[in-house]
């Protein structure tokens, strides 16, 4: 095979010698070390690069409506390659865009996700009504590109891309290029997005561009996100709830040194984990396969057994898989279930691979099974560790998750992953999951109002760590719930000194099992009504952290009710006043 590498080719053999040598804890532990070494050596510059002159002969523009902070960094890289061919390119916010000059528009690139269950993100939320309405302008001399971002677990996948682009088409506007949709591994997609993008516009750059510039020398910085993750050491793993809890939850701090890796209060770690082994042995054994039989994924060979514990999603299903799957097998009762959305819905939740195989067996194989499994994704946790207080470190909280169904022990990829099979020393593969959608207000004087129950008050930690840091001057006050007082009450000692010093205003708890009557988070909101509606009536921002199922609804529900009674208002403004709170964004949500 021809070396196309920039080794000698004594080098790529002596490399790939060591390599056939090396366990996959010391190939990890080897990633580790050369990422270090390469942001330790400063002599490491770009080349000179040449600055073409604007070609004023076509003029571009990039919409993106974003709730975390995707779409944007998406529509930055490609106004930076649009840019750096010479043409004339506008970038915007979808909120800050002038509607009007919409039918100006001759190229159009637009990267927007979908939020919630089909909705557009709230900086979308105006335009995507101005452009379904009935009086939307005509666009017959725009050409137009659409990246739509979405998640394959929900039902209506990248809804909101969907309805811009057959918007754009409705009003006679042309593609450029045919949609594109992105599941939450989206670099790949993007990245391939963009490449098309740029090779279309290459063909069309005029020959009066010529270079006139040079761009400086600069450090190379290795950019780490869910396709390329840094591999980072285990410093500190902590269980912080009693032994005898009925929840495992751990505090993991994990070092950052040498990374060059950023974060802000309310940013979020991704980490790739691994499937548990036995599941993955319950599936090869279920298809009597060798598990060290070599198998393709993802263009790259490695054993059926690899396959399955590190690149492939077996632990949970979706919509997707399972309609992929009923192709091969064609059984009635689960087209039945698939048409049910009721019924699907409750089926998805808390069942994996193995249990479609034997709850819907059929005539499929190995080989085809792995062709439609998604790629294993990597699970978010909230960051809850503060910046500027914790120098070249990131701390996470971890709830481990187990559980019994149909006679089987669960377990969840990541939450085992890290706190039974990781230990001080190792070194996992995370990065960064930019979160612009649960930040810190940009005001002086900041007042917040916080809600979270087990885990989900993690990102107040990072965000009361961040305000110590910093001495701003803040109002905070604290709702957490958990199980049990002695057992489950997470950071407790930490929060009393918050609360000595005076970052922490106010603190309300809710345990639900040490009475015989369940109380949580909602309730105590409730009882406090009145201050809560006058610190919001003062400007206060409102944060809500956790189980997006339940506990987020529930305490969404108990703030519109307080609203309404508070305030005085009917039931239909006191919706408006809350989702007013959204639009100012006053009213923050970081749920799983």
């Known amino acids: 095979m021809e070396n196309i590498s920039p080794l000698s080719q004594d080098q790529l053999s002596n490399l790939n010698q060591l390599i056939d040598t090396l366990q996959v804890d010391q190939l990890i532990w080897a990633n580790a070390y050369l990422s270090g070494v390469i942001y330790r050596n400063k002599e490491l510059v770009t080349p000179e690069l040449s600055i073409p002159k604007e070609n004023s002969s076509e003029k571009f523009t990039i ?9 944007k960094n998406i529509a930055l890289d490609l106004y930076d390659q649009i840019k750096a061919l010479g043409f004339v390119v506008n970038l915007s916010a979808l909120d800050e865009y002038k509607k009007n000059d919409l039918k100006k528009e001759k ?43 979405g998640d394959k677990s929900y039902k209506h996948f990248c809804k909101t891309g969907i309805d811009f682009d057959g918007a754009f088409e409705n009003q006679g506007a042309t593609r450029l290029l045919p949609l594109q949709k992105s599941d939450v591994a989206y670099e790949e997609i993007a990245d391939q997005w963009i490449s098309s993008i740029i090779e279309k516009l290459k063909k069309i750059k005029t020959k009066s561009s010529p270079s006139n510039g040079k761009i400086p020398n600069t450090t190379i910085r290795k950019k780490f996100s869910r396709s390329n993750p840094y591999y980072a050491e285990i410093l500190e793993k902590t269980q912080i709830t009693s032994t005898d809890s009925e929840k495992e939850i751990y505090h ?13 209060a309310g940013d979020s770690i991704g980490i790739l984990p691994s499937n548990p082994v036995e599941l993955v042995d319950l599936l090869i054994n279920h298809f009597e396969d060798d598990p060290e039989r070599i198998v393709r994924i993802g263009g790259k060979d490695l054993s059926l057994f690899r396959a399955l514990q590190h690149k492939l999603e077996i632990t949970v299903l979706n919509r997707e898989l399972i309609s992929a799957y009923n192709t091969f097998i064609k059984n009635e009762t689960l087209t039945q279930l698939i048409n049910n959305e009721e019924d699907l819905e409750k089926y998805l ?23 439609i499994l998604r790629v294993l994704y990597a ?15 990131v701390h996470i909280t971890v709830a481990s998750v187990r559980y019994q169904n149909k006679d089987r022990d669960r377990n969840g990829a990541c939450s085992t992953y890290l706190n039974d099979q990781i230990n001080i020393g190792d070194y996992i593969p995370i990065y960064i999951e930019k979160n612009e959608a649960f930040r810190l207000p940009k005001t002086d004087k900041k007042t917040l109002i916080m809600v979270g129950a087990g885990t989900g008050v993690a990102p107040y930690r990072s965000f ?6 910093k001495s701003e001057k803040v109002n905070s006050w604290l709702f957490f719930g958990n199980q049990h007082f002695k057992k489950d009450f997470l950071y407790q000692i930490e929060w009393q000194k918050f609360l000595q010093k005076g970052i922490l205003a106010k603190m309300n708890v809710a345990f639900s099992r040490d009475q015989k009557e369940k109380e949580y988070v909602q309730h105590q909101l409730k009882e406090n009504g009145k201050e809560v509606f ?59």
């Open 252 to 264: 993991v701090e994990i070092s950052l040194e040498d990374s060059g890796i950023q974060y802000e």
């Open 107 to 149: 190229n159009l690139f637009l990267i927007v996700s979908t939020h919630g269950e089909g909705e557009p993100p709230l900086q979308a939320e105006a335009f995507h009504k101005y452009l379904l309405r009935k009086r939307a302008p005509k666009l017959a001399d725009t050409k137009y590109a659409v990246l739509a971002l």
């Open 63 to 71: 919409l993106y409506g974003t709730h975390t902070g995707h779409s």
């Open 379 to 393: 699970r978010l946790y909230s960051i809850s560790s503060g910046p500027s207080a914790n120098a070249d470190e």
């Open 464 to 469: 009361l760590q961040e305000l110590e840091q």
């Open 534 to 592: 006058q610190w919001l009536e003062k400007g206060a921002h409102f944060y809500i952290c956790g189980d997006k199922q339940n506990m987020a609804k529930d305490v969404q529900n108990t703030l519109l009710e307080i609203i309404q009674t508070e305030g005085g208002i009917t039931l239909e403004k006191s919706k408006e006043y809350l989702k007013d709170l959204k639009r100012k964004r006053r009213l923050l949500l970081d749920v799983y």
């Open 349 to 371: 939740y808390g069942t994996d691979v193995k249990d479609l195989l034997e709850d819907y067996p059929g005539n499929i194989e190995m080989d085809q099974l792995l062709n």
